[in-house]
């Protein structure tokens, strides 16, 4: 049995979270192989370790003296060694930092030195083998993740390690050049990682006790879910939930490597366990609810429309031509209805509207702001008459107007479209009619 943990910055921000970490790590002996984030805050004013390591670099990149802030980054890191009673000095580490900063070594470097340095204080604090990310996880020439030869390299480097402690967040291009992933990406190593070791579960331990039904800045105290599936994770992470890098979910999918999501606060919680699929009911119909606000509806009539071939087709080339992604598209018979992000829409706005009628030709065109979507997944829908019943007779009872629906054909999800107004309104008439009052 081998699992590979993942901590994140909360979980590392401090020698006593630490301490939590090794307690949870030596408590079992599967845990063999451990990704950690660079420590994160300690309380909420405080800031990130990588945060604090681009600021410090952007005066490096200006020519600045960026000495005071430096050695505010190595005090963190110090701070941490002399509560865990280390016998280690990052001296020469960071003598080595500021002479690459001064080089400018750019950014994607000085990012990667939070996990770099953590790395190896987690590597002594447990006894394991530090393993620099750079030697093992890899980019292209174009800059992409080079997921086949990551896999030789990092699989045969770890099939001779018992215990070996990866940095995450970073590896290195053909040139040899440190690049980081986008914000959060330890994620996305500690998954690298489990595939290569073809673990028996990938373990992401962050500081809540797993994935929330809902968004605990609307909901106060959202239950956890226990159980859902990729599927499902993708349509809400898609919709804003966040506990997990977008991309953390490819590799491990491909292995059939669970994720369980743990809470280091709470080691004693079972968290939320991501799979491919499963046949355990989720305690509610609804597996989760997220949604996002700022969209538009750009709502097209033309008598006919139905029975002219290529309309659509038309339509959508005035948003491509533009470069606009297109979010929904619920039709109608003489009507169409284009849902797109509001940032990217607002300044080409004049642009599709030209281009919609030199293209489709339409009778009229209708433009709204200020919307939401909200996405209601749960693959229990499947197979439960009334959900969306229930849905919508919970937002009438709360004046919540619906502007759109969209539920596709596999039945994960219902989405709906509401003012940006009534978007909280609209969450919370929909956990309590699923959750609270468990319809
Ligand atoms: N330390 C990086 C960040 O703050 C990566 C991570 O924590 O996953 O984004």
Redesign the pocket.
């Known amino acids: 049995m081998s699992k590979v943990v993942k901590f994140?910055?909360s979980s590392l921000a401090s020698a006593e979270q630490f301490e939590k970490v090794g307690k949870i790590i030596r408590a079992d002996k599967a845990r063999k192989y451990v990704v950690p984030?660079?420590p994160?805050k300690r309380f909420s004013a405080d800031t990130?370790v990588?945060d604090m390591l681009y600021a410090c670099y952007a005066l490096a990149e200006e020519g600045k003296d960026f000495k005071a802030e430096l050695k505010a980054i190595k005090e963190r890191y110090e701070e941490i060694i002399s509560g865990l009673k280390l016998n280690l000095s990052l001296d020469a580490e960071f003598e080595v930092i500021a002479k690459n900063f001064v080089e400018k070594a750019g950014d994607n470097y000085a990012?990667s030195r939070?996990?770099y340095l953590n790395g190896i204080i987690m590597a002594k604090y447990l006894g394991y083998e530090f393993i620099d990310a750079a030697t093992v996880i890899f980019f292209n020439e174009s800059g992409d993740f080079d997921a086949d030869k990551t896999d030789k390299i990092l699989s045969a480097k770890l099939a001779g390690c018992k215990n070996a402690v990866v940095p995450?967040?970073y590896g290195s291009l053909p040139d040899g050049k440190v690049k980081t992933f986008s914000?959060?990406?330890?994620?996305v190593t500690g998954s690298i990682v489990a595939k290569a070791v073809k673990a028996d579960v990938y373990e992401n331990w962050t500081d809540v006790s797993g994935f929330l039904i809902a968004d605990p800045r609307i909901i106060e105290n959202p239950e956890a879910i226990d159980t859902i599936t990729y599927r499902e994770l993708r349509e809400l992470a898609y919709m804003g939930a966040t506990v997990l890098?977008e991309d953390a979910i490819f590799p491990v999918r491909r292995e059939g490597i669970p994720i369980n999501i743990r809470n280091t606060n709470a080691p004693e919680d079972d968290g939320t366990w991501i799979v491919e699929s499963t046949c355990q009911k989720s305690k509610y119909v609804l597996t989760g609810i997220a949604g996002k606000k700022g969209f538009c509806s750009i709502n097209i009539e033309k008598a006919m429309m139905n029975s002219e071939i290529g309309f659509g087709r038309k339509v959508l080339q005035a948003f491509e031509e533009n470069g606009i992604s297109f979010e929904h598209v619920p039709s109608g018979i003489d009507t169409m209805t284009v849902f797109v992000h509001q940032d990217e829409f607002m300044h080409k706005e004049q642009k599709v509207v030209a281009g919609l009628h030199r293209l489709a030709d339409p009778d009229y065109i209708d433009i709204e702001a200020d919307l939401a979507l909200i996405a209601v997944v749960g693959r229990g829908m499947k197979s439960t008459r009334g959900t969306a019943a229930r849905i919508f007779s919970a937002l009438a009872h709360k004046n919540v107007n619906v502007k759109m629906i969209d539920q596709g054909s596999s039945e994960l999800n219902i989405i709906i479209g509401v003012t940006n107004d009534d978007f909280e309104t609209a969450i919370k008439a929909i956990y309590d009619i699923f959750v609270l009052t468990k319809l």
């Open positions: 994140g910055g984030s660079a994160g990130k990588t990012a939070g996990e995450g967040f914000r959060g990406g330890s994620d890098h």
